[in-house]
Each structure stands twice: as structure tokens, then as C-alpha cells.
């Protein structure tokens, strides 16, 4: 009914920066809210930030300053710039919505997840 699709994970250096992206489509009257979250080897899956329909973004501290998030609410997009990559940022990173659907009706959806690994 819904589907998130990440793209634009890779390989970079420590320093560099990658520009996520994340595409939602079915049958989507709106959505809320998006989210970037993160999960690494043996870890929990963690808040990276979340945006609003309004466009108010929340981020998790230790990102706060390095990762900005955006999104396009016509082309029901949202993006995540990361810059200054360390090599602890390295994960895979999911994007979330909750959506209203045209039919009525709500929902959360998860992407499959992109990987992002920083490294020398």
C-alpha cells in the first residue's frame, strides 16, 4: 500500500559528507511526519532526526550541527545531509513515515534501509 525507498548510502572517507534521500509513494493522502533513524552491528536502532509536515525537525544531539534534514512535502521526499562524517556514523539508516492514507486511515512505514560506511 505504501512503500519508503532509500537511496544514496555508500562509502566515504572520515570528513566527508553524503546526501541521503528518501521516497514515499502509494496511496498517500499525507504525511505527518518523517524520520531518519539509524542502526549500527550490534546496536539498537537510534533517532538520527524527525521532521514535521510543519517542518519542525527534532535531531539527536550528537548530530545536531553535522546532519540536516529536509523534505519536499509535494513530492512527499525527504532528505538528510551529512556532512563531517566520522567513522561512528557508520550504519545502516532507515527512513520512517506516518501516513495518512487516501482511503482514511493511518500507518508506519519503514524503508529497507541504505548503508553508510565511513572509513579510511
Known amino acids: 500500500q505504501v512503500q519508503l525507498v532509500e537511496s544514496g548510502g555508500g562509502l566515504v572517507q572520515p570528513g566527508g559528507s553524503l546526501r541521503l534521500s528518501c521516497t514515499a509513494s502509494g496511496s498517500i493522502w499525507s504525511i505527518t511526519v518523517m524520520g531518519w533513524y539509524r542502526q549500527a552491528p550490534g546496536n539498537q536502532r537510534e533517532l538520527v532526526a524527525v521532521i514535521t509536515i510543519g517542518g519542525r525537525t527534532v535531531y539527536e544531539y550528537s548530530m545536531k550541527g553535522r546532519f540536516t534534514i529536509s523534505r519536499d512535502t509535494a513530492k512527499n521526499m525527504m532528505y538528510l545531509e551529512m556532512n563531517a562524517l566520522k567513522p561512528e556514523d557508520t550504519a545502516v539508516y532507515y527512513c520512517?513515515?506516518?501516513?495518512?492514507?487516501?482511503?482514511?486511515?493511518?500507518?508506519?512505514?519503514w524503508g529497507q534501509g541504505t548503508q553508510v560506511t565511513v572509513s579510511s
Open positions: 520512517n513515515a506516518e501516513i495518512i492514507y487516501t482511503t482514511g486511515g493511518k500507518g508506519r512505514y
